[in-house]
Nanobody, 123 residues
């Protein structure tokens, strides 16, 4: 599966952005999809993930209540709605695909990665 992330940009604190991850290939609907982010000089971290059906989701604690992940398998897309953005959310965001149905937050389970999209939140 190939993935392409889009939707990044520059926004003021308190604003919102909607990231999209578009997948190609007929097997997209069978993958767990996750969003990760990375700041220069720091390790990449898990942000949110959704299993193949969309029924199971996981979030890192700092984004709970602000970010929502959802998927549309008919369109082979996964969206990350990010509300009430904070300067600490500034990072390059990546979407990734895992063939596993469990361990949504486990980076090592993700085998396919898209290119990143920059999110910058100004204070």
């Amino acid at each position: 599966v190939q993935l392409q992330a889009s939707g990044g940009g520059v926004v003021q604190a308190g604003g919102f952005l909607r990231l999209s991850c578009a997948g190609s290939g007929r097997t997209f609907s069978s993958f767990t999809i996750g969003w990760f982010r990375q700041v220069p000089g720091k390790e990449r971290e898990f942000v949110a993930g959704v299993n193949w059906s969309g029924r199971n989701t996981e979030y890192r604690d700092s984004v709970k209540g602000r970010f929502t992940i959802s998927r549309d398998n008919a369109k082979s897309t996964v969206a990350l709605q990010m509300n009430n953005l904070e300067p600490e959310d500034t990072a390059v965001y990546y979407c990734a695909a895992s063939p596993y149905g469990s361990g949504i937050s486990v980076e090592a389970r993700y085998a396919y990665w898209g290119q990143g999209t920059q999110v910058t939140v100004s204070s």
